[in-house]
């Protein structure tokens, strides 16, 4: 059995980026949006990576599930944090019926990614639920379930 070796490779994207801080949801609506739009019949949870100053270092999708559920473990977010060196997190899903209310699960799986991350030195930012003005009874088209960044 030979030893594998741990690495970390970034793809570049067509999507610009300010080299400014990521450090209000609505930014994380304006970089994400047109990514889960691809997909907009499934929940997806994506991963912002940051660094001290946090500047966005990249993104992964994590989790893709159905129309009304995804299905996750924070070990993997745990795991995308270490090996980008990551300062800290920001998780950015998506609501297919554009309702960005979160539920009763948005708020257990934020608790326990952020106590997952804690152990490992590493913030939670963020978690922001991404749906649709129109059918957001506040009228933003997203929820930010930690405030501003």
Sequence with gaps: MKIKEAYIAYRQTSQECPDTAVNNPRMVVELMKPVIEKR??????WVLLVDVRLRLLG???CFIG?????????REIVRYAMLANA??????HNHPSGDPSPSVQDTATTAAVEQALKLVGVALLDHVVIGSAERDPKGHGYCSLLGDL
Excluded at 87 to 92: A, D, I, N, Q
């Design 40 to 45: 907009p019949d499934q929940e997806q949870l």
């Design 59 to 61: 993104r992964v999708c």
């Design 66 to 74: 159905t129309l009304d559920s995804v299905t996750m473990h924070p």
């Design 87 to 92: 300062h800290g997190v920001v998780l950015v």
